[in-house]
């Protein structure tokens, strides 16, 4: 018998498919589960600043940014299948672990879920429209889709105005002011970072740069809120060193390294969010966001936050 013959009758077996991921991982994956407490705790930390009580307010309000965030986060990979199938095909819909049909459905609900929920439902539905037009339309203009993100984020971590548009004095109004401010420049400057993580070649230089920007203006707006450097500044200066030391310290930046600064970044949202309600003076609204970094953290070792 020829060798041929063998192989005829003994073909090489095709490798075995990859088998499918559980259909709850891949919901979990798909929405971005560890990056949910996030927008609840800008909710938080605004009232904390502007004073309000934790009353059914303020707990529909912070469900309704975290349905609305999460919505995006599937839009997001509805809006990005063809892209993903190249650069991401990892994720739920590429891999067709869940269908485009579910996705849609599911990103829908989390929408409607979002608005119902919401006490204040024009500023949820300005948000909810500017997370479509993110996924849609500016992303694909990099620099405008940071900026409607810094804006995004920085209209949920001002939701206080929101609530209470009359009943804000001064004294805590400007500081929320400068405090979502702040957060929407360190949410340009992360995007813009997340646009880095998909560019073949960049900078060392560009990335070290614009890291650098999220930890200096989350400490100014501690500080603004703080009113002083005791105690909120000053326990932030710890976290804010230690980045700032390691993004000088790196001499190349890839992708891996890149995606691993974009995840202590998108904590360091939750932490700036804690030592905000910290320097309101709302220690136990501060602890209980502060328990949830490291939730969050655990999630994300087996569910990207990006």
């Not at 620099?143 to 971590?157: D, E, I, K, P, T």
Request: proline share 7%; glycine share 6%.
């Amino acid at each position: 018998m020829s060798d041929s013959d063998d192989q005829n009758q003994h073909p090489t077996s095709a490798a075995p498919a990859k088998p499918p991921a559980p259909f709850g991982l891949s919901v979990l994956r798909l929405c971005r589960i560890g990056t949910w407490f996030s927008p609840a705790a800008d909710v938080l930390a605004s009232t904390a600043i502007a004073q309000l009580a934790l009353g059914t307010d303020v707990v529909r309000a912070m469900f309704a940014s975290v349905l609305l965030y999460g919505a995006g986060m599937v839009w997001n990979d509805i809006a990005d299948l063809k892209v993903d199938r190249v650069q991401r095909p990892e994720r739920p819909l590429p891999s067709r672990d869940l269908s485009m049909t579910f996705a849609v459905v599911f990103g829908t609900a989390l929408l409607v879920g979002g608005m119902l929920l919401s006490p204040c439902r024009m500023h949820h539905g300005l948000i909810a429209a500017l997370i479509l037009i993110y996924d849609f339309a500016s992303k694909h203009a990099p620099w405008l889709g940071a900026l409607n993100m810094g804006v995004l984020r920085g209209l949920n971590l001002a939701t206080a105005m929101a609530l209470a548009p009359e009943a804000l004095p001064s004294e805590v109004r400007s500081p929320l002011l400068v405090a979502a401010v702040c957060y929407g420049i360190y949410i340009v400057a992360v995007t813009i970072v997340g646009i880095f993580e998909d560019t073949p070649s960049v900078s060392s230089r560009a990335v070290s740069a614009v890291q650098a920007a999220p930890p200096l203006v989350a400490f100014a707006g501690i500080a603004a809120v703080q009113g002083g450097f005791w105690p909120a500044p000053a326990i932030a200066a710890v976290p804010v060193l230690w980045f700032l030391r390691r993004n000088s310290r790196a001499n190349q930046w890839t992708q891996a390294t890149i995606r691993k600064s974009m995840m202590y970044l998108l904590l360091g949202t939750m932490l700036y969010t804690a030592l905000l309600t910290l320097a309101a003076g709302r220690w136990p609204e501060a602890l209980g966001i502060a328990a949830a970094i490291p939730i969050a953290r655990r999630i994300a070792r087996s569910i990207a936050l990006t």
